[in-house]
């Protein structure tokens, strides 16, 4: 079995295009724990997850010769992946109802917490506790915006993959993913307060 | 520059794809607001720390191996096929 890092997504694709079930496997073992983290986080469901992965590896497979430029076989892994995990959520939580509700109420509140707390040190921002808060944080975000961080912030997916994957315009993506990060800045600025005080260190507000 | 409007492009000044007429605007901006500031450095570790929250979990190795005897059978039947 080739574990060899060093081969191209393209050229274990050219292989597998011509029947070579090593170089499928290579690429299971390249991506089955992305595409299934990835088809996680969007779905929160580790069995659906799991039916997800295979269902997306098959489609691969059985569409592989679509596939023009063999180096975008990541990109369009990841595609197709969303758009299952997707299709999957829109099933089970009715999301295309939220996705018309995108207002987002006192935005401009946001912008009054001034505590840097950009200044702590790392063992408290990538605490246990922190991440668990940032993670709430997301989750409760409304669906448009949390699928977009997700895809994004979170997964690091291209924001041009994101806007094809959910059929929206570019600039919508990025204005979801801003008013996301937002509200996500403002849960753990509500959080990271309390160290204001503890810590003069901290740059402080004049305002 | 507004404040809200320095705001409104914390996105395309962290991507780089801003105008340098725009990003030094930005800069300025950010030098002498202190508001602004506080909000850029904590925006941009939001981003930040959401990246580590990629809880990665692992497969087992009898889900991958079931995974690529699927697999496996899919792409022999296909070749047949061709
Ligand atoms: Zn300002």
């Not at chain 1, 295009?17 to 929160?44: C, F, P, W």
């Not at chain 1, 089970?92 to 040190?121: A, C, F, G, H, M």
């Not at chain 1, 979801?176 to 810590?199: I, P, V």
């Not at chain 2, 450095?41 to 191996?65: A, G, V």
């Amino acid at each position: 079995m080739s574990k060899d890092k060093t081969i191209t997504d393209a050229s274990l694709v050219e292989r597998v295009k011509q029947g070579d079930t090593q170089a499928m496997e290579a690429i299971v073992e390249r991506y089955s724990n992305k595409v299934y983290n990835l088809a996680y986080h969007l779905t929160r469901d580790p069995t659906a997850s799991e039916e997800i992965m295979q269902d997306v590896f098959l489609t691969v497979l059985s569409k592989i010769h679509t596939l023009n430029n063999n180096a975008y076989f990541s990109t369009w892994l990841y595609r197709v992946t969303t758009n299952a995990a997707y299709a999957h959520m829109r099933d089970s939580r009715k999301v295309k109802k939220n996705l018309e509700d995108l207002r987002v109420k006192d935005l401009e509140k946001d912008t009054s917490q001034i505590y840097d707390w950009s200044s702590l040190p790392e063992d408290i921002l990538l605490s246990d506790e922190s991440k668990q808060i940032l993670k709430d944080a997301i989750d409760s975000l409304p669906e448009p915006m949390r699928i977009v961080v997700l895809m994004k912030d979170v997964e690091g997916l291209k924001n041009e993959d994101i806007a094809k994957t959910l059929g929206l315009s570019l600039p919508a993506v990025k204005s979801r993913l801003h008013r996301a990060r937002l509200l996500l800045r403002e849960s753990l600025s509500n959080y990271f307060k309390k160290y204001a005080t503890a810590r003069p260190g901290g740059e402080q507000s004049e305002m | 520059m507004r404040c809200s409007q320095c705001i409104e492009l914390f996105d395309d000044y962290i991507d780089g794809v801003l105008t340098r007429d725009t990003m030094e605007k930005i800069q300025a901006h950010l030098r002498e607001c202190k508001h602004c500031r506080v909000i850029f450095h904590t925006y941009s570790l939001t981003i930040r720390l959401s990246k580590s929250c990629e809880t990665f979990n692992t497969l087992s190795k009898e889900r991958i191996k079931k995974l690529k005897q699927t697999l496996t059978r899919s792409l022999r039947m296909e070749n047949k096929e061709m």
